[in-house]
């Protein structure tokens, strides 16, 4: 596996990463739902594929954030060791 992807793969479990990641999936997480299917949460019209879907709804925002994370620990890395 490439380094930089194996890199994140680890940082998904990371638990220094993880609590601002879960903070912000649980936020922004929370606004997609509604925009995305608060009309049916509240019409009791939930699928079980929109139930996924909405679960799905907090996995993006998480990823991203960590994304975010290393790749700015892994420049600081490079940085302090003179690399970039």
């Known amino acids: 596996m490439v380094p930089a992807i194996r890199g994140y793969v680890l940082a998904l479990c990371d638990p220094a990463m993880s609590r601002a990641a879960i903070r ?8 997609l739902l ?4 608060g009309a049916a949460v509240f019409q ?3 699928t079980r594929d929109r139930w996924l ?32």
């Open 44 to 46: 009791g019209k939930m």
């Open 24 to 31: 912000v999936a649980l936020m922004v997480g929370s606004l």
């Open 53 to 84: 879907s909405a679960g799905i709804t907090y996995l993006v925002p998480y990823a991203v954030n960590i994304q975010g994370q290393y790749a700015a620990t892994a420049r600081r890395t490079k940085q302090k060791a003179g690399q970039v």
């Open 34 to 37: 509604v925009i995305n299917h």
